[in-house]
Nanobody, 119 residues
Framework: QVQLVESGGGLVQAGGSLRLSCAASGIIYSIRYMGWYRQAPGKQRELVAIITRGNYTNYTDSVKGRFTISRDNAKNTVYLQMNSLKPEDTAVYYC?????????????WGQGTQVTVSS
């Protein structure tokens, strides 16, 4: 059974930092990439950052220079270091893992962790 266990969310003042973690277990096929999405109230879920097995990274423009995604392949864990947080970063953050089976790919999601940034 696949599980994505997220941790690290919380309440922080603007300008502060948080580090999110997501540990994946039970995935039997090669992981193509791991990433973070977020969904603010009344808005669609959006990509925040992704990282491939070879450590190629991509960020949405609004977090470039403030957030850093990293991963530990041995532990199937992805991290999101969030610095200089702004109130507009407030959202539920979801971990995402995409893996490739022999004939299809699989998309896995975490349960979400709330990040609230106060002004």
């Amino acid at each position: 059974q696949v599980q994505l266990v997220e941790s690290g969310g919380g309440l922080v003042q603007a300008g502060g930092s948080l580090r999110l973690s997501c540990a994946a277990s039970g995935i039997i096929y090669s992981i193509r990439y791991m990433g973070w999405y977020r969904q603010a109230p009344g808005k669609q879920r959006e990509l925040v950052a992704i990282i491939t097995r070879g450590n190629y990274t991509n960020y949405t423009d609004s977090v470039k220079g403030r957030f850093t995604i990293s991963r530990d392949n041995a532990k199937n864990t992805v991290y999101l270091q969030m610095n200089s947080l702004k109130p507009e970063d407030t959202a539920v953050y979801y971990c995402n893992v995409k893996s490739d089976g022999p004939t299809t790919s699989y998309d896995y999601w975490g349960q979400g962790t709330q990040v609230t940034v106060s002004s």
